[in-house]
């Protein structure tokens, strides 16, 4: 167990991953209930959330700056407050290309796709809460390989929804457009990934 000192930066970590569940989760909620209509406001809400990431790790960069010593290598700090910061982009950069690519009805791939992510992140929340007990890896370890699991479902989902694509649209814009939007998701859930990799690493030099 850390010390009260200690404890800012695995809290930080567990605040900034609960700022990842609520996009993800808020990306489902705009999919499953989405009016074209709406997408500004969607957009102003789901920044929100992302403006709420960015200050946990602007708060963890400030703490690392003015801290003589750290918890764990100031860097590996650094870099995983920066992988979390990066998979909460990722999900708010989804509904952006809702917006720039006119989107008028979304597809039930999207929505299913939608749900695999905000998984990711629940993973990923779990994972940074049991992060403070790095040095007991069992339990760690086990939520680190279902998040690498989890990815690859994405993975193999990714494809599937894109082939599709062609039986589900008519337009040929559409299917561009489409496509970019599943690249996008695809990246939400290689960044929990990221994130995954950033703990693991850390865990193998300190333990």
Same mark, same amino acid.
């Given at each position: 167990?850390?010390?009260?000192?200690?404890?800012?930066?695995?809290?930080?970590?567990?605040?900034?991953?609960?700022?990842?569940?609520?996009?993800?989760?808020?990306?489902?909620?705009?999919?499953?209930?989405?009016?074209?209509?709406?997408?500004?406001?969607?957009?102003?809400?789901?920044?929100?959330?992302?403006?709420?990431?960015?200050?946990?790790?602007?708060?963890?960069?400030?703490?690392?700056?003015?801290?003589?010593?750290?918890?764990?290598?100031?860097?590996?700090?650094?870099?995983?407050?920066?992988?979390?910061?990066?998979?909460?982009?990722? !999900?708010?950069?989804?509904?952006?290309?809702?917006?720039?690519?006119? !989107?008028?009805?979304?597809?039930?791939?999207?929505?299913?796709?939608?749900?695999?992510?905000?998984?990711?992140?629940?993973?990923?929340?779990?994972?940074?809460?049991?992060?403070?007990?790095?040095?007991?890896?069992?339990?760690?370890?086990?939520?680190?390989?279902?998040?690498?699991?989890?990815?690859?479902?994405?993975? @193999?989902?990714?494809?599937?929804?894109?082939?599709?694509?062609?039986?589900?649209?008519?337009?040929?814009?559409?299917?561009?457009?489409?496509?970019?939007?599943?690249?996008?998701?695809?990246?939400?859930?290689?960044?929990?990934?990221?994130? @995954?990799?950033?703990?693991?690493?850390?865990?193998?030099?300190?333990?």
């Amino acid at each position: 167990m850390a010390n009260k000192a200690d404890r800012f930066y695995f809290q930080n970590f567990v605040q900034a991953a609960e700022c990842c569940c609520k996009a993800a989760d808020y990306l489902v909620e705009c999919l499953v209930n989405y009016d074209p209509k709406r997408i500004r406001f969607m957009l102003e809400s789901m920044h929100a959330y992302e403006h709420m990431a960015d200050m946990k790790k602007h708060e963890m960069s400030s703490a690392l700056a003015k801290a003589f010593i750290t918890p764990l290598d100031r860097e590996d700090l650094a870099e995983l407050s920066q992988n979390i910061d990066e998979a909460v982009d990722c !999900i708010e950069e989804v509904l952006q290309r809702f917006y720039v690519n006119q !989107i008028q009805v979304v597809l039930p791939e999207a929505i299913e796709f939608a749900k695999k992510i905000a998984g990711c992140a629940r993973l990923m929340k779990d994972m940074m809460l049991e992060f403070e007990n790095y040095k007991k890896f069992d339990a760690l370890q086990k939520l680190i390989i279902e998040l690498n699991h989890t990815e690859e479902e994405c993975d @193999a989902y990714y494809l599937e929804a894109t082939v599709k694509l062609r039986g589900e649209c008519e337009d040929v814009l559409d299917v561009i457009s489409w496509r970019e939007i599943y690249d996008y998701m695809e990246n939400c859930a290689d960044a929990c990934e990221h994130v @995954a990799d950033s703990v693991e690493t850390v865990v193998m030099k300190n333990t």
